[in-house]
């Protein structure tokens, strides 16, 4: 497709991608299948090369039935399109990891995105894609299953069979030792991880530097949360009320970093896409203007890790037994918090935590929600603030 968008090596993979790409974790928030359809179709004809998903990018109703799920919008949109003139890069993921669960849910993720194999190479209808298959969200216990099933040697072998193109794993903050052990085991030609203004620690204010690591390894180094979420997360609206730092900004602090192969743009709707490509198509930053954005960001960083994001990737494999929505909660909670600490108006704050049944009293405390929080929340704590604080 006439694409606008500047590319970039992805790792050593041999393939160049658009330096913004499609986040499509998103899609389960639009209002049907068929405005999920339209954007993807929007995308493509942008001409990001790039899109990543992953099985658990889904919306359920109340009976635990899936409503939208991000895979399968997208195998629908590519196999209907018949003008693609390059072959696209699918990045999906699984909260797989023993051997067993590797092969489940890579067969589901082919299912789901109709991938098909023809003499060789993939494709989804007409347009040949390259599978890169991640595992989601690692993280020490989860690395320590990986690592003791043999399913590091396992997800090689089936890469070896042309299951997959590529393997990578994506990853957040606070897994830094983890993702290093990741890099360095030299099975992986891919990650996903967080970077941006408020947040480089896993780049140039890490020790080490991990984004400069997995580049030095030959790996193609995906961009998760440049923006914070996509601006569809209400605390980050806020944060660039604060900061005057803009959705632009963010796309250009994290495409000056030469590290990084793509940045994952969140998008719900085509207009946030185009903000970012055009952004991308500013002048890389010089490290004057970088240490100036960052001394912004410095402002508000520390509220950065006792908040959260809503970025919902908790609920992706778990219900609280209570029914307790707590992301939307903890997500409002933060944004009181914020708010009341640079004291702004926190008048409304109270009717809208009314709105939650159950609300954050009816925490039991039983934990069992923080093993999914991939930023490592003490979600029960952070309920009982929330309860004494709004109730
Ligand atoms: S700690 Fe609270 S919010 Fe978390 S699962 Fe238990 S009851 Fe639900
Ligand atoms: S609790 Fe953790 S994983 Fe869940 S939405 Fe909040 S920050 Fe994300």
């Known amino acids: 497709m006439q694409s606008t968008i500047k590319r970039r090596p992805l790792g ?21 299948e068929q405005a999920a359809i339209q954007l993807a179709n929007e995308v ?3 001409g990001v090369n790039l899109i990543d998903t992953a099985r658990g990018y889904e919306s359920k109703d109340e009976n635990g039935n899936v409503v939208m799920a991000s895979e399968i919008i997208l195998g629908k949109a590519i196999s209907a399109r018949t003008d693609l003139d390059e072959p696209i890069v699918i990045v999906t993921k699984g909260h797989a990891y023993t051997p067993e669960d590797f092969d489940r849910s890579l067969t ?3 299912e789901r995105l109709q991938i098909r194999e023809e003499g060789g190479k993939l494709f989804i209808g007409s347009t040949q894609i390259f599978l890169a298959y991640f595992l989601h969200g690692i993280m020490e216990d989860r690395w320590k299953t990986i690592t003791t099933s043999g399913t590091l040697e396992h997800a090689a072998k089936r890469r070896e069979e042309g299951r997959c193109h590529f393997l990578g794993f994506s990853s957040h903050y606070g897994d830094s030792v983890v993702i290093k052990e990741a890099i360095e ?12 203004v408020y947040n480089p620690s896993l780049g140039e204010e890490g020790d080490p530097d991990i984004i400069k690591l997995a580049n030095e390894h030959g790996m193609g180094v995906v961009n998760m949360k440049a923006f914070n979420g996509g601006g569809t997360v209400a605390i980050f609206k806020q944060l660039e009320d604060i900061t005057g730092i803009t959705h632009g900004d963010m796309a ?34 010089t490290p004057d203007e970088r240490s100036a954005l960052r001394e912004k960001a410095k402002k508000i960083s520390p509220f950065l890790n006792v908040i959260c994001r809503e970025c919902l ?13 707590f ?8 944004r009181y918090s914020v708010s009341k600490s640079l004291g702004l108006d926190i008048t409304n704050y109270k009717s809208e935590y009314a709105k939650f049944a159950p609300d954050a009293s009816a925490c039991v405390a039983c934990g069992n929600c923080n093993e999914w929080c991939e930023y490592h929340l003490n979600v029960p704590e952070m309920m009982a603030t929330a309860a004494k604080d709004l109730g």
């Open 12 to 32: 050593n993979t041999g393939l160049n991608v658009t330096e913004i790409s499609w986040g499509a974790m998103n899609v389960r928030r639009l209002p049907d």
């Open 44 to 46: 493509l004809d942008k």
């Open 108 to 110: 589901e993720s082919w």
């Open 185 to 196: 085991t030299g099975i992986f030609q891919l990650c996903e991880l967080s970077y941006n």
């Open 252 to 285: 250009r602090f994290s495409l000056s970093n030469p590290y990084i192969s793509c940045i994952d743009a969140g998008v719900r709707a085509i207009e946030e896409l185009e903000v970012d490509i055009e952004a991308s198509l500013l002048p890389v930053m």
């Open 313 to 325: 990737h908790c609920v992706e494999k778990f219900e609280c037994p209570q029914g307790i929505d």
């Open 327 to 334: 992301p939307h909660i903890l997500g409002m909670h933060g």
